[in-house]
């Protein structure tokens, strides 16, 4: 994560699931780094409510960027758990871009 230029947040880890592919994977690990920023962004919300702010999340998989932003059922993505589809809430909210 990084602010006016600056790195605050940083992160090499193993998933804790088993996925089939690799969009799924990105698609993972796109929602854990969704849930990141928006625990980072309550510290300036705290400080000015008024102001509405969010960020943009880079996700270089084309297939991940799909599943994000398709908030319809999809088959091939049937077998991915709902906790994992935070990131299609926040983008519907607005919070989130990829």
């Not at 602010?3 to 990105?26: F, L, M, N, Y």
Request: charged share 20%; with cysteine.
């Amino acid at each position: 994560m990084m602010v006016a230029g600056g790195p605050v947040a940083w992160a090499a880890r193993r998933q804790s699931v088993v996925v089939q592919s690799t969009a799924e994977a990105e698609y993972v690990a796109s929602c854990k780094a969704c849930m990141e920023g928006k625990s980072l962004l309550n510290i300036p919300t705290e400080a000015i409510p008024e102001q509405q702010v969010g960020f943009t999340l880079g996700v270089d998989d084309q297939a991940a960027i799909a599943l994000a932003s398709n908030p319809t059922y999809s088959r091939k993505a049937r077998h991915i758990e709902l906790r994992f589809h935070y990131v299609r809430e926040q983008m519907r909210d607005k919070a989130v871009k990829i």
